[in-house]
């Protein structure tokens, strides 16, 4: 069974940083690209950042590019969220997704069978 764990949310001022991890178990996740999205109360699911299963290729939502960073750790089988000069519009609940989806659609969220529980992001003064 896959299961995808993410850590690492909680409350931050404006402008603070936040990194966010992603632990997968029950598959070789390497072999596998992995994508964050974020849920805001009464708001769609949106992509956030996907990476590529060698780590050499990102994707970012416009909004985040220049301030959030994904990386992998295979070793640890872990996907990173770093997120810098964190923003009010940035509070949601953050969720780490598992497939094998491209970086041409990589923010559809239903393309995604595997996905973790989510880790709450609140940014504010």
């Known amino acids: 069974e896959v299961q995808l764990v993410e850590s690492g949310g909680g409350l931050v001022q404006p402008g603070g940083s936040l990194r966010l991890a992603c632990t997968t178990s029950?598959?070789?996740?390497?072999?596998?690209?992995i994508s964050w999205f974020r849920q805001a109360p009464g708001k769609k699911r949106e992509g956030v950042s996907w990476i590529n299963s060698s780590g050499e290729r990102t994707a970012y939502v416009d909004s985040v590019k220049g301030r959030f960073a994904i990386s992998r750790d295979k070793a640890k089988n872990t996907v990173y969220l770093q997120m810098n000069n964190l923003r009010p519009e940035d509070t949601a609940v953050y969720y780490c997704?598992?497939?094998?989806?491209?970086?041409?659609?990589?923010?559809?969220?239903?393309?995604?069978?595997?996905w973790g529980q989510g880790t709450q992001v609140t940014v504010s003064s």
């Open positions: 997704a598992l497939d094998f989806v491209d970086d041409s659609t990589w923010d559809r969220a239903e393309l995604y069978e595997y």
């Open positions: 029950g598959t070789t996740s390497s072999y596998y690209p």
